[in-house]
């Protein structure tokens, strides 16, 4: 089978138009009742997306292929379901798992046409669902038609990944690796906070109910005001007492965070240390378009935009006539600018940016502005509508908060930290109000289908009057790079490698390879020497290489070699070599020091270069990963790193127990 799957990825190396099949066999077996639980369709989706964003394959025929195979799928079990109906039952596995089909009978019955929809993102459920259906008399035309939809909703969810994929690793440069993290990043954001508000949802109901049970044996031992509040908290008579119960929690969480970001702020540990690094991060991957986009996505938060949204909710509440709301809402905001004015004041912590220098940035009032009135717009419209638009909802208005943050975080406005705890302080001050508003209106409200529609159109049209004003302020300038530090030879060889670090470190400051190498060259002269001694410099980019990501037995040399951190900064050349098998290779990767040795009338910068040995982790296929091997020791590094390069080396030094050659490249 191994030998077969691996003649099938050479077979589509060479004809890569065979993966349109592929995508259609995938799609159609994986929707087809106890067969789809074998079919790894969502691999290959990924796949042949990943070939698509080569140019090897036209994404319209891709996703055609896809979502016509997903929709034979569903067809065909949806006509085995109503073709044998209770005979179902009797076949295997069905017959020894009758729990199976218990669970799609449960899911239908409790979600109805959208169950078809749904299912199609649920593992388990996805080749069940249409079988129930089909079981339960559900009507072809009502079938078809959420068929159709869950189609075209799955198929893009899986093969633009891979497009995305495929179609950044063809590009080249550093600029390749700053569209990979702009588009991760913000493709990260709307996953997780459409999966982030799906989970919370569907789990708030068991979370409310085990709080409940607690806070009601806490109310039984005390029967003071505390315990009256808590008991009416739990009332049945209460149409939102489970609302009531997760905002509370909502107001206990949010505000543990805000104390814990205030502590570590105060005290300088540790997350001012991610702050640093995340901010050296985001610098390195800036671009005109990228400062273009995430320019355009902050005028979501704009004070223009949010004043419209006020207005609107204002007068959406006048028609309510929830007088109370309005004014616990619009005290909730000035009180809390004011208190964030306070803590500004008192911390005095300055942006990251240097170019802005007029106010003090903890914690962040934009952010806090943004929370404040995004989620009590949230509340307001959840409340409203159906269960999957209220996760829509929710969803959205996390994505804009992240946004907006990530914007302020990525122009130097101010830091990660800084966005965090206006975040936290601002939800406490939501979920404040929400409790008020539910308090004094237990009723559920009446439904209000169409007032999403008429935010999302409030929203639109201020962007697209700031834009056709050209009222968006441009973001504040990126501030220049510092100059590295001249300094002589000898100076470097005596004192200055001392000042520099012994260890690479990630986003949190932690330990990672050691830096056993300090070289004084261009990046034009290492690139020479270590192509000499047989490094290579990444991998060629082949729809082979793509597919050998999934390949059971792909050399370790094979598979893309990415850069990595050093305190939030990316490598700025990274080379490979084989290791002692075919599991295994070493990767050398080099960072700026921050210093530049002088060479008369010029300086050459100081590289700081890291080795470190890599393994393939079989346990991970069929998406191969790389990992690390922890174990291995400095001596080690340094002796692979250093041996052989053909450079002059200087002098060997002990830092902090990592051996360290200073190394320097003839000079024309």
């Known amino acids: 089978?191994?030998?077969?799957?691996?003649?099938?990825?050479?077979?589509?190396?060479?004809?890569?138009?065979?993966?349109?099949?592929?995508?259609?066999?995938?799609?159609?077996?994986?929707?087809?009742?106890?067969?789809?639980?074998?079919?790894?369709?969502?691999?290959?989706?990924?796949?042949?997306?990943?070939?698509?964003?080569?140019?090897?394959?036209?994404?319209?025929?891709?996703?055609?292929?896809?979502?016509?195979?997903?929709?034979?799928?569903?067809?065909?079990?949806?006509?085995?379901?109503?073709?044998?109906?209770?005979?179902?039952?009797?076949?295997?596995?069905?017959?020894?798992?009758?729990?199976?089909?218990d669970a799609g009978k449960g899911f239908f019955r409790k979600h109805g046409a959208k169950s078809v929809v749904l299912a199609r993102f649920i593992g388990p459920l996805r080749a069940i669902v249409p079988v129930v259906a089909g079981m339960l008399g559900m009507r072809p035309v009502r079938f078809y038609a959420m068929n159709v939809l869950s189609a075209l909703l799955w198929a893009p969810a899986h093969i633009l990944p891979g497009?995305?994929?495929?179609?950044?690793?063809?590009?080249?440069?550093?600029?390749?690796?700053?569209?990979?993290?702009i588009i991760v990043l913000l493709g990260c954001i709307v996953w997780f906070s459409f999966r982030g508000a799906g989970f919370l949802l569907s789990h708030a109901n068991a979370w409310s109910s085990a709080a409940g049970r607690h806070l009601g044996d806490w109310a039984c031992r005390h029967p003071g005001p505390l315990g009256r509040v808590a008991r009416q908290m739990l009332d049945p008579e209460t149409p939102d007492a489970t609302h009531i119960l997760v905002t509370s929690l909502i107001v206990l969480v949010a505000g543990a965070l805000f104390i814990g970001v205030l502590e570590d702020v105060v005290s300088g540990d540790p997350l001012t240390a991610v702050d640093v690094s995340v901010y050296h991060f985001l610098q390195s991957v800036r671009t005109p378009w990228s400062d273009a986009v995430l320019g355009g996505l902050a005028t979501l938060g704009s004070g223009i935009t949010l004043i419209a949204l006020i207005v609107t909710v204002a007068l959406w509440m006048v028609w309510e006539r929830r007088w109370r709301t309005i004014g616990y809402w619009l005290a909730a905001v000035v009180f809390s600018q004011l208190l964030i004015l306070g803590l500004q004041l008192a911390m005095q912590r300055p942006p990251p940016n240097e170019l802005m220098t007029s106010h003090y940035v903890f914690p962040s009032n934009h952010v806090a502005a943004t929370v404040i009135v995004y989620g009590f717009l949230a509340f307001l419209l959840a409340r409203r509508v159906g269960m999957l638009e209220g996760v829509l909802v929710a969803a959205a208005s996390t994505i804009v908060v992240i946004v907006v943050a990530l914007a302020g975080v990525y122009f130097g406005r101010y830091w990660l930290s800084d966005a965090i705890g206006g975040a936290a302080l601002a939800y406490v001050w939501v979920a404040l109000v929400a409790l008020t508003a539910m308090w004094r209106h237990p009723q559920p409200p009446p439904e209000r289908v169409f007032m999403p529609a008429v935010v999302l159109i409030v929203m639109l049209v201020s962007v697209a009057v700031q834009f056709g004003l050209n009222l968006p302020a441009p973001p504040p300038g990126k501030s220049p790079p510092a100059p590295p530090v001249v300094v002589t030879q000898s100076a470097w060889t005596l004192d200055v490698w001392k000042q520099l670090p012994c260890y690479r470190s990630d986003m949190g400051g932690d330990r990672k390879e050691p830096l056993t190498l300090q070289w004084v060259s261009d990046l034009d002269s290492i690139r020479e020497q270590l192509r000499a001694q047989g490094w290579v410099e990444g991998t060629d980019v082949s729809v082979h290489s793509l597919l050998s990501l999934a390949s059971p037995d792909v050399a370790a040399v094979s598979l893309p070699v990415l850069p990595k951190l050093n305190n939030g900064v990316p490598s700025s050349l990274v080379f490979m070599r084989p290791g002692e098998g075919r599991d295994e290779r070493d990767v050398l990767r080099f960072w700026p020091s921050g210093y530049a040795v002088a060479n008369g009338t010029s300086a050459t910068p100081l590289w700081l270069g890291a080795l470190a040995h890599e393994r393939l982790s079989r346990p991970s296929w069929p998406i191969n990963i790389l990992r690390v091997e922890k174990q291995a020791r400095a001596a080690d590094a340094h002796a692979k790193s250093s041996a052989g390069l053909g450079v002059a080396v200087l002098a060997k030094v002990d830092c902090d127990g990592v051996p360290v050659s200073l190394l320097a490249s003839p000079m024309e």
């Open 163 to 181: 497009v995305v994929f495929g179609a950044s690793v063809l590009l080249a440069g550093a600029v390749s690796f700053r569209l990979v993290v």
């Open 1 to 101: 089978m191994e030998h077969a799957y691996i003649h099938l990825l050479h077979q589509l190396a060479g004809h890569s138009a065979w993966m349109l099949t592929v995508v259609f066999l995938a799609s159609f077996l994986e929707a087809i009742a106890v067969i789809g639980t074998f079919i790894p369709g969502s691999t290959a989706m990924f796949l042949a997306g990943a070939v698509t964003g080569t140019g090897s394959l036209s994404l319209g025929w891709v996703l055609m292929w896809a979502i016509v195979g997903a929709i034979a799928g569903d067809g065909m079990s949806f006509w085995l379901g109503g073709r044998y109906k209770e005979r179902i039952v009797q076949l295997r596995p069905f017959r020894r798992h009758p729990e199976v089909l």
